[in-house]
């Protein structure tokens, strides 16, 4: 016999799925005119979405069904949003228009500003950006290209499981952001695509990286200044520069970077390994509590890199003495291979000298061999076994 106590306490499981269910409302961005043919320019559709999620008062998600969406540059404004919990939900393929200086010159595609709980689930982004690329190699008067998703001054930011593709510049930014999840993210662009940053970080605190694969052009996550609180594990990164502090130390008045966590990671066939790099000229910018800790170098060419004397191009450069204070900055079980013969080379600045630096468990090889380490300017200690010796 069963027991009205009992009859409601199986049904509660059905009624909180009724109640969450009857709580959050879906726009589908095709109900608004999307077209998923990637030729329709589905831009008004999707923006006409966002604004309809922004009005409601109930949680929010905007669907985006398989097919392929071809949408320009897109503003996303959250300022007159009613609505902190909007998921954009995406099974299908956003598209960039195929002439790249359609928004080229917009500096984002896909720009969100001051928005609050905005999730951005699954799909893929499809920067087609190789156009560009060969534009740029070709040095012929190009734009700079667009960002492919980029936050601006905003709050409680969850990307998942989301795939950017040969994205024209950054595949992913964030800046003046707080508290930010980027999970189970693939990033890939050419190994020579130029200025194509996996994921770059600015003026943000609260960022946390986790389980994302990163193949590009350029730094797979960059870390500009003001950025603090970070936390990025399990990333395996290559092609591409490596995770990169910097370049910092241009501008004289230049907030720090601080509390940076980065774990578990692989390079493979990469430029750098773990790099912080700066301008030589003055700064009152500085780097200060950063542990890198449990990373496998394979095939890598500078696997332990500070560069204060950071010029790209090595023209006109500046050839002053960096600002930057670095500091506290340990290394811990950093495993591997250098495609170099100078695996640790910490080139810090004569008017700013690099403090308490440490290697810890450390072995690094190249081919088959001992590598080198090359130090300037820096005081630091070593403990446990660390390979290449002499450094600190």
Request: hydrophobic residues 35%; charged residues 10%; positive net charge.
């Amino acid at each position: 016999m069963a027991y009205p106590g009992k009859l409601f306490s199986l049904a509660l499981p059905f009624l909180f799925f009724f109640l969450s269910s009857a709580s959050t409302i879906t726009y589908n961005v095709q109900k608004f005119g999307a077209k998923p043919d990637g030729k329709t320019d589905s831009t008004k559709a999707f923006l006409s979405a966002w604004a309809a999620a922004c009005a409601s008062v109930k949680s929010a998600t905007i669907y985006v069904p398989r097919g392929r969406y071809l949408l320009g540059a897109a503003s996303f404004w959250g300022n007159t949003c009613k609505n902190n919990a909007i998921k954009i939900s995406i099974d299908g393929t956003l598209v960039a228009p195929s002439n790249y200086r359609t928004i080229g010159y917009a500096g984002n595609w896909l720009k969100f500003e001051r928005v609050n709980g905005v999730t951005i689930s699954g799909g893929t982004l499809d920067g087609q950006g190789i156009s560009l690329w060969n534009c740029k190699a070709s040095k012929s008067n190009c734009p700079g290209g667009a960002t492919t998703l980029a936050f601006y001054n905003s709050n409680n930011i969850v990307i998942s499981k989301l795939t950017s593709l040969n994205s024209q510049m950054f595949h992913v930014m964030l800046y003046g952001c707080q508290n930010a999840k980027l999970q189970g993210m693939k990033i890939s662009a050419s190994a020579t695509s130029p200025n194509t940053d996996g994921i770059h970080i600015s003026g943000s605190s609260g960022v946390t990286i986790l389980g994302s694969n990163i193949a590009t052009g350029d730094d797979c996550i960059s870390i500009g200044p003001g950025a603090s609180n970070l936390w990025i594990e399990n990333v395996s990164c290559g092609p591409g520069h490596g995770i990169s502090i910097g370049s910092l130390g241009w501008d004289m008045q230049e907030p720090g970077v601080q509390n940076v966590t980065v774990k578990t990671v692989t390079f493979r066939d990469t430029q750098n390994g773990l790099r912080i790099k700066t301008w030589a000229r003055p700064s009152n910018g500085f780097v200060k509590r950063v542990l890198f800790q449990n990373a496998v170098m394979l095939n890598v060419r500078y696997p332990i890199i500070i560069d204060q004397s950071y010029c790209p191009t090595k023209n006109n450069c500046p050839n002053q003495g960096s600002g930057v204070k670095i500091s506290d900055v340990t290394y811990q079980q950093i495993h591997g291979t250098s495609s170099s013969q100078v695996a640790i080379a910490i080139g810090c600045s004569n008017d700013s000298p690099c403090s308490g630096i440490r290697l810890q468990d450390v072995n690094l090889r190249y081919m088959n061999q001992p590598a080198q380490a090359s130090c300037s300017n820096v005081a630091g200690t070593s403990s446990g076994f660390v390979q290449p010796k002499g450094c600190l």
